[in-house]
């Protein structure tokens, strides 16, 4: 690694990055760095809940993921799904263990014991120091019975739903601020999907109980589930007409993996991708707005992103039991880097992207695993998540950058993302970048406009010689970040070398200050 030397004589491809602090995007909401957990496979159960593991406290929960999850700093968990909400009965989920009902949940095909539910799922949200992004069931559940989950979690007294509350062992309100209007109800795989009229119709008037009980929570549109579905745009577009006046934030989801041609470069570009989804339902929400000349903003909540590669036939494995193996992806280093420019996209569209949640965090495609009465490891993509929300704080920056290119399926994309943030109470300036060339090494440039002088503080990279190593069970510190040395002398001008494959956090300092590590 080069700082502030010369570079050598082999020629080296070269990048400029330009900060100017003046040039902002939008404030960084601390939600964006949600995740989630869904009833679904492992993440409940033999994931955050395992009453025979040595390492559970009283109500059956691992010390050890919540350990890993309280590093996470996780702000807002989106719960209970997901797909398995839209057959989910939230009463089910209540009273007294011993007289829940077993279901069956056609969605994962999998029996759901309701061992954990509401109060359960609350409980360790406060464990782990998160909120509760709740999500109500709009497939085969109605209006009023989404109002009656509200007035069971929020009201304070005196009606028969917190009078129950209380008598199930909670007289305070849980006060869940954030409620999910459904889950994918584009998506034919849904229970009870529905047309975009239909979910528009339903939709507002479950919206309208949900804000009568509690005028101040915040409500969340089911957008769409993915680019690749007929209906999209013209969904978030018709159901926005119906709901633009009763929610806060429109719903996208995004997965990615590794194409049909198993192509490297297409793999590391999602991030491209990413950015045009999100622009293109920006665009829609404006549409809306302008059409209804509203002074109200409807911004975006990215509660499902991830990398996923397992495929739809593995979930039918291990059928009808409780805890059920699924989608439980090992990552690789190349899958962290690919995050990493998620992340990064996340960060540059922080003017309408306010929430977003990982999914998921533990078991389920997740950057915690854990093994039945074993270990919790964290997984490779563990650590660019923890960076950024580490790092990611205060105001986006709009980066100016001259990057060399490469043509992927998604067109011309830079061999450098990258994305800054400026944080007004530390001083400090956190810079990410993320070199996707599979073959070179790049000297990048960076200048720091109307910040005066400051030093690098910090230079922590995560990079690996073999794209395809993993973190297990018998060694979860194969992948892992690492701190860099450099000169803390100031400047506003820095050469550094970003390694082929990697992702570089910088932070720099504008006072004389310190600030811990990874």
């Known amino acids: 690694m080069l700082l502030n030397k010369e570079v050598g004589e082999r020629s080296m491809k070269k990048a400029k990055i330009v900060l100017n602090k003046d040039y902002t995007i939008g404030k960084i909401e601390e939600n964006v760095w949600g995740s989630f957990i869904e009833h679904m496979g492992r993440a409940i159960y033999t994931g955050i809940y395992e009453p025979e593991h040595e390492l559970s406290d009283e109500q059956g929960f691992r010390k050890d993921v919540m350990e890993l999850v309280k590093e996470l700093d996780v702000p807002l968990i989106r719960y209970p799904g997901g797909n398995f909400v839209s057959g989910y009965d939230w009463k089910d989920g209540i009273g007294p263990k011993e007289k829940r009902k077993h279901i069956a949940d056609l969605a994962w095909r999998q ?26 069931n709009l497939g085969t559940g109605t209006p009023k019975e989404a109002g009656e989950m509200v007035e069971y979690c929020n009201f304070k007294e005196g009606t028969y739903w917190s009078d129950l509350r209380a008598k199930n062992g909670k007289k305070e309100p849980f006060n869940f601020e954030y409620w999910c209007l459904g889950n994918e109800m584009d998506g034919p795989w849904q229970i009870c999907a529905l047309t975009a009229d239909e979910y528009g119709r339903k939709a507002t008037e479950a919206a309208k109980i949900m804000k009568w009980v509690d005028p101040s929570i915040k409500l969340i549109a089911a957008g769409s589930s993915a680019p690749f579905l007929p209906t999209y745009p013209e969904w978030d577009r018709i159901i926005l007409e119906h709901l633009y006046d009763h929610v806060d934030y429109l719903s996208l989801h995004r997965y990615y993996e590794y194409g049909e041609d198993k192509n490297l470069n297409n793999f590391l570009a999602s991030f491209v991708d990413l950015d045009r989804f999100i622009k293109t339902l920006v665009s829609t929400v404006n549409y809306v707005k302008a ?26 494995e291990d059928r009808w039991k409780i805890g059920a193996r699924r989608v439980e992806n090992n990552f690789d280093f190349i899958d962290s880097i690919v995050l990493a420019g998620l992340i990064c996209t996340i960060i ?128 979860d510190g194969v992948v892992k970040p690492r701190n860099v040395k450099v000169e803390r002398k100031m400047s506003d001008e820095w050469t550094i070398t970003l390694p082929k494959l990697s992702f570089s956090t910088l932070t720099f300092k504008l006072e004389n200050d310190t600030k811990k590590g990874v």
């Open 111 to 136: 029996i759901e014991s309701n061992e954990v539910g509401l109060h359960e799922f609350y409980d360790w949200s406060k464990k782990v120091n998160s909120n509760v992004m709740q999500t109500v």
């Open 348 to 475: 540059n569209n922080a003017d309408f992207v306010k929430m977003a949640s990982l999914a998921q965090l533990v078991n389920v495609i997740a950057p915690i695993l854990t093994e039945p009465n074993g270990k919790a490891i964290r997984q490779t993509t563990y650590y660019p998540y923890k960076l950024a929300r580490y790092y990611a704080k205060g105001m986006a920056l709009n980066v100016s950058d001259h990057v060399p290119n490469i043509m992927t399926k998604y067109g011309k994309t830079p061999l450098v993302q990258s994305a800054a943030t400026y944080d007004n109470e530390t001083n400090e300036v956190s810079l990410f970048l993320v070199n996707i060339d599979t073959e070179e090494d790049i000297e990048t440039t960076i200048n720091m406009q109307g910040f005066n002088q400051a030093r690098i503080e910090e230079f922590i990279l995560l990079d690996h010689e073999n794209k395809n190593s993993k973190n297990t069970f018998k060694d």
């Open 291 to 316: 059409k209804k000349r509203s002074n109200k903003q409807v911004y975006l909540s990215l509660d499902e992103w991830n990398v996923w590669h397992t495929k739809q036939d593995e979930v039918a």
